[in-house]
């Protein structure tokens, strides 16, 4: 994506686009009604930034200019409860860790709600309590539980591929499977 780097600092409450050797090309931020900016993806004309505390995804062009923003808050299909991650699949569908609603949805890549991918019952074996990670690759979402230390794939077709326990922080790889932790 034009090569620039892309970083967002929920702290101050920014969206940093900078070049190659770390100088500021352009920044959005509260200013810009960003709140909370967490999860990040790209796409081939525009950024798409997870604003946790707003509960929305806003729609960045590859300039800094706001495009539109998708998402209330709520529980209701394309509304979320604290989103925190985002991905982008190969085929430009939008994947959204909605983490207090337990659940991953699916969007197109002009934010239209498709479908959710997961939506468990909150039970003490079967929720996913806090998914933090996310990450897509060739039709698999793989999710990091924050509180349960596990790593759990799910087929987007929506049925679980099962549990391993991991030791310490969860962890995902860069390409969407598996790795080994850090």
């Known amino acids: 994506v034009e090569r620039r780097l892309y970083v967002t600092d929920s702290t101050s409450g920014r969206l940093l686009c900078t070049d190659l050797s770390g100088k500021t090309v352009w920044s959005l931020g509260p200013k810009d009604g960003f709140l909370r900016p967490t999860g990040l993806a790209a796409g081939p004309d525009r950024l798409y930034v997870v604003d946790t505390q707003l509960h929305r995804i806003v729609m960045v062009g590859l300039t800094g200019t706001i495009l ?3 998402g209330t808050h709520g529980a209701q299909p394309g509304q979320f409860n604290f989103p925190t991650n985002i991905s982008r699949g190969k085929d430009g569908r939008l994947y959204v860790t909605d983490t207090l609603n ?8 002009d934010g239209h709600f498709l479908r959710a991918a997961l939506q468990v019952e909150v039970t003490r074996e079967a929720a996913l309590s806090q998914p933090v990670a996310e990450a897509v690759a060739q039709q698999l979402a793989a999710l990091g539980e924050g509180a ?3 790593q759990r794939v799910l087929w987007l077709d ?3 591929g099962g549990a391993v326990s991991r030791v310490g922080y969860p962890w995902i ?4 499977a598996p790795g080994t932790p850090a």
Do not use: K, M, T
Not at 102 to 109: A, E
Not at 173 to 176: D, F, H, R, Y
């Open 158 to 160: 929506g049925l679980w």
């Open 173 to 176: 790889s860069a390409g969407g």
């Open 148 to 150: 349960g230390h596990q």
């Open 68 to 70: 539109g923003a998708f």
């Open 102 to 109: 337990f659940r991953v949805q699916i969007f197109d890549q």
